[in-house]
Structures are given as structure tokens and as C-alpha cells.
T-cell receptor
Framework: GAVVSQHPSWVICKSGTSVKIECRSL??????MFWYRQFPKQSLMLMAT?????????EQGVEKDKFLINHASLTLSTLTVTSAHPEDSSFYIC???????????FGPGTRLTVL | GESVGLHLPTLSVQEGDNSIINCAYS??????FIWYKQESGKGPQFIID?????DKRQGQRVTVLLNKTVKHLSLQIAATQPGDSAVYFC?????????????????FGRGTQLTVWP
């Protein structure tokens, strides 16, 4: 199947700093990418949907000014957690799909720890 | 549907036994369903899918059953192995209907922690 990578796989940062997470589709062009957050022993929660070249659509309750998403190319989307706080510590997972229908391929996730 | 905030139910089985993991979905308009396996610290991995025009689909050691009447999905794993230990999520998708809202969006179920004992 198609491969999606994320970088970094884990990051530790100080409270108040910003962190950027990259999501790349390695062997296909992703018209749409999704960002999820997952807390321990919980399900994946969709944060936002981004289509290449347009603004991301955020889910209710997700602060768009805090979680900046850029999908500038068909193979790269970035999530920037601005002014991170300990409560932002979580596992962030992206997924990507090529067609406008349904098959999504997931990245390996990024573990963010904010001290 | 999504079940953020609820802790995962667990299932423990002996190696070699069959496992059955259940999932209730919420949207009667969902017409495509996927089971994912997520190992600790990793992203979800596709296992098997089924469309709403089917009620059963088999893969290698796995079978998915769909009961649209009661909006229930199950994943059966035959001869469970220690390597099957993971969290299993079902996901539902509406591939038809009105674009721009929920079309194509994955809704994850609660997940079940499967532990296989040797």
C-alpha cells in the first residue's frame, strides 16, 4: 500500500515554544490530508482536514490559531503547535488520501511531550 | 461514531484461540467500513474492509461481519497469535451523499485492546 511518513517521530519541547510536525506521502499525491490527535488509551480524534492549496477545515473545539496546518504541496502537510503547553502533549497522527473518496493511509505518528 | 474520552475495553485470549472484537457504528448512512490495528506507539494499520452491500468478507485469518440492521460490525481473528496483540479500531465512512461535510470522513470507533497470552 501507499506510504505516509511523519517527522519527527517524537519531540520534547518546553512550554511556550512552537513545534512543527511534517506529514509526507511518499509514493502518491495526496489531495487531502487529515490530522488526528490521540490521548493514551483513547480513540483517534480528527483535528482537521486539509486539501492541497486551500485552507484547512477544523473540527469543532480545535483552535485553528493554535494548530496551524499548511498543505502547500500534494505530498506535504505540516502541523504547527504554537505556544505549546503540557496539555498539548499527545500522539499526533496524519493520514493522506489520493482520491476524493475514502481510502486513507496513516503515518506512524509523532509523540509530542511538552514540559 | 467517535468515542473520544472513553477508555478502551479489553479482550484477553489464549494463543491459538479465536478472537471476536465487536463494534457498534452510529451513522446509518455509512456505507464503507474498515478495521484497523494499532500497535503501541504506531499509526493505525489497515486490516480489512467491507462495503455495505456485503455482510461478510474474509481475509487471511480475519473475517469481518456486518449487520446493518443493528449497525454492528465484528472482526474475527482465527488462531490468535501474540503478534495480534494491539488495539483494534473500526471506522465507518459515508462515501455517498453531500460533499463538503462528512463525505469521505473516517469516524473511528472506541477501540478494543486485544491481549494474547502465550
Amino acid at each position: 500500500g501507499a506510504v505516509v511518513s511523519q517527522h519527527p517521530s517524537w519531540v520534547i519541547c518546553k512550554s511556550g515554544t512552537s513545534v512543527k510536525i511534517e506529514c509526507r506521502s511518499l509514493d502518491f499525491q495526496a489531495t487531502t490530508m487529515f490530522w488526528y490527535r490521540q490521548f493514551p488509551k483513547q480513540s483517534l480524534m480528527l483535528m482537521a482536514t486539509s486539501n492541497e492549496g486551500s485552507k484547512a477545515t477544523y473540527e469543532q473545539g480545535v483552535e485553528k490559531d493554535k494548530f496551524l496546518i499548511n498543505h502547500a504541496s500534494l505530498t506535504l502537510s505540516t502541523l504547527t503547535v504554537t505556544s505549546a503547553h503540557p496539555e498539548d502533549s499527545s500522539f499526533y497522527i496524519c493520514s493522506a488520501r489520493e482520491t476524493p473518496l475514502y481510502e486513507q493511509f496513516f503515518g506512524p505518528g509523532t509523540r509530542l511531550t511538552v514540559l | 461514531g467517535e468515542s473520544v474520552g472513553l477508555h478502551l475495553p479489553t479482550l484477553s485470549v489464549q494463543e491459538g484461540d479465536n478472537s471476536i472484537i465487536n463494534c457498534a457504528y452510529s451513522n446509518s448512512a455509512s456505507d464503507y467500513f474498515i478495521w484497523y490495528k494499532q500497535e503501541s506507539g504506531k499509526g493505525p494499520q489497515f486490516i480489512i474492509d467491507i462495503r455495505s452491500n456485503m455482510d461478510k468478507r474474509q481475509g487471511q485469518r480475519v473475517t469481518v461481519l456486518l449487520n446493518k440492521t443493528v449497525k454492528h460490525l465484528s472482526l474475527q481473528i482465527a488462531a490468535t497469535q501474540p503478534g495480534d496483540s494491539a488495539v483494534y479500531f473500526c471506522a465507518e465512512i459515508n462515501t455517498q451523499g453531500r460533499r463538503g461535510s462528512t463525505l469521505g470522513r473516517l469516524y473511528f470507533g472506541r477501540g478494543t485492546q486485544l491481549t494474547v497470552w502465550p
